[in-house]
């Protein structure tokens, strides 16, 4: 069983930065990729950002290419999403998750076993 913990979210005005951190239990962590989704009120979950067990691929939706950057501390046992360039329509709740068989990386959240609680971004215009 794998627990996962968000933080780093809050409230930052457009064009600012945040760092979120996902803190993972259990001693396989580094042999998991990673990822994170988001949803938006009223809206269906989607995928953000994803890395595979080694941190040497990565995957981002469009919509965040070139601003967020995820990485994987297996040391830590600590995946993070650095989003800078922050729009308005970045505001969701952010979900960290582990997706142990597909340790390449994958992009559907259905590949994904252990979930976060969540952090809310929210980005004020």
């Known amino acids: 069983q794998v627990q996962l913990v968000e933080s780093g979210g809050g409230l930052v005005q457009a064009g600012g930065s945040l760092r979120l951190s996902c803190a993972a239990s259990?001693?396989?962590?580094?042999?998991?990729?990673m990822g994170w989704f988001r949803q938006a009120p009223g809206k269906e979950r989607e995928f953000v950002a994803g890395?595979?067990?080694?941190?040497?691929?990565?995957y981002y939706a469009d919509s965040v290419k070139g601003r967020f950057t995820i990485s994987k501390d297996n040391a830590k046992n600590t995946v993070y999403l650095q989003m800078n360039s922050l729009k308005p329509e970045d505001t969701a709740v952010y979900y960290c998750?582990?997706?142990?068989?597909?340790?390449?990386?994958?992009?559907?959240?259905?590949?994904?076993?252990?979930w976060g609680q969540g952090t809310q971004v929210t980005v004020s215009s």
């Open positions: 998750a582990a997706a142990p068989r597909y340790n390449g990386g994958t992009i559907y959240s259905r590949h994904y076993d252990y």
């Open positions: 890395i595979s067990w080694s941190g040497d691929r990565t």
């Open positions: 259990g001693r396989t962590f580094s042999s998991y990729a």
